[in-house]
Nanobody, 124 residues
Framework: QVQLQESGPGLVKPSQTLSLTCTVSGDSIRNFGYYWSWIRQPPGKGLEWMGAIAWSGSTTYSPSLKSRTSISRDTSKNQFALQLNSVTPEDTAVYYC????????????????WGQGTQVTVSS
């Protein structure tokens, strides 16, 4: 059973860096053919794909967030991480980590595995 679990601070101050970690169990993040994404959902809005790291370690980012986003991984811990710099209140959202067979995840698929999500609020 594949499981993903997000962790990180629930409150971040404006202009600071949001850092989240996704711990994966039941699968290896180096498993061929899978992409490991970060997706967020601001209150009252739809899902927004932020970026992904592939089984190979290569990364792809949403053009709108690319300048502020970094996704990395620690294969020894089977984790991947998100950093979002210079946050504003508009970055307040529920953040999800996702395993999928495609790099761009705009809607859930039955083959995907999602974490439960973690609320991050940007406020002073």
């Amino acid at each position: 059973q594949v499981q993903l679990q997000e962790s990180g601070p629930g409150l971040v101050k404006p202009s600071q860096t949001l850092s989240l970690t996704c711990t994966v169990s039941g699968d290896s993040i180096r498993n061929f053919g899978y992409y490991w994404s970060w997706i967020r959902q601001p209150p009252g809005k739809g899902l927004e794909w932020m970026g992904a790291i592939a089984w190979s370690g290569s990364t792809t980012y949403s053009p709108s967030l690319k300048s502020r986003t970094s996704i990395s991984r620690d294969t020894s811990k089977n984790q991947f991480a998100l950093q979002l710099n210079s946050v504003t209140p508009e970055d307040t959202a529920v953040y999800y980590c996702v395993r999928a067979r495609r790099v761009l995840v705009t809607t859930p698929s039955p083959d995907d595995y999602w974490g439960q999500g973690t609320q991050v609020t940007v406020s002073s």
